[in-house]
């Protein structure tokens, strides 16, 4: 048990549809980073917040939006899904980037 | 060229044997490497941190060599329960984003 909450832990979802994805990091962390994994690949990394901002960005486009709130859990936000982004959606927090970073249980996106 | 690369597999290791097996990694400069366990359709798991001295824990052997740039693990005695897909991983910088190869999974028979 990391601390570290995604929900919801599985949907699907239609092409062009949007979907936002939540994570609680665990508690005291405010670094939240957000990672893709597709079927039979490693985990990509999307974006980080720390402290309420953008942190980093990976090679995502600008479809993927995220925020993180005072309480530091975070949002991950995609706009018009395609085929291609069903994935495991991977939410890992830290304590100002460093020291062990956890990971969430995931979130399973189908889209269809 | 991949950030991070790795043999995918599978290794077929029976059970009591060992298997070792490694991945490279591009930047010259990062920081930190770890290897992280995932098990089928489940969170990455921290195995361990790997340090430029080599460290063990309990049967699991990491070793970093920043020369040639790869990371290497090994599994003594192999368990049935240590059937899972491992993950090379780079830290870049020390903000925690991290680099993943694809994994190598093996698998332990009895």
């Known amino acids: 048990e990391t601390g570290v909450t995604q929900s919801p832990t599985h949907l699907i979802k239609t092409r062009g549809q949007q979907v936002t994805l939540r994570c609680s990091s665990q508690?005291?962390?405010?670094?939240v980073s957000w990672y893709q994994q597709a079927l039979g690949q490693g985990p990509q990394f999307i974006f980080q917040y720390y402290r309420e901002e953008e942190n980093g960005r990976g090679n995502f486009p600008p479809r993927f939006s995220g925020l993180q709130f005072p309480n530091y859990s975070s949002e991950l936000n995609v706009n018009a899904l395609e085929l291609d982004d069903s994935a495991l959606y991977l939410c890992?927090?830290?304590?100002?980037?460093?020291?062990?970073?956890?990971f969430g249980e995931g979130s399973w996106l189908t889209v269809v | 060229r991949k950030e991070v690369e790795q043999d995918p597999g599978p290794f077929n290791v029976p059970e009591g044997a060992t298997v070792a097996f490694n991945c490279t990694y591009s930047?010259?400069?990062?920081?930190?490497f770890f290897w992280y366990r995932q098990d089928c359709r489940k969170e990455p798991k921290l195995l361990m941190s790997?340090?430029?001295s080599g460290n063990e824990d309990g049967r699991f052997t990491a070793q970093l060599n920043r020369a040639s740039q790869y990371i290497s693990l090994l599994i003594r005695d192999s368990k049935l329960s240590d059937s899972a897909t491992y993950l090379c991983?780079?830290?870049?910088?020390?903000?925690?984003?991290?680099?993943f190869g694809a994994g190598t999974q093996v698998v332990v028979t009895p």
């Open positions: 790997v340090y430029s």
């Open positions: 890992a927090s830290s304590q100002d980037g460093e020291g062990t970073i956890y």
């Open positions: 930047n010259s400069a990062s920081q930190s």
């Open positions: 991983v780079v830290q870049p910088d020390s903000w925690g984003k991290l680099q």
């Open positions: 508690s005291g962390h405010n670094t």
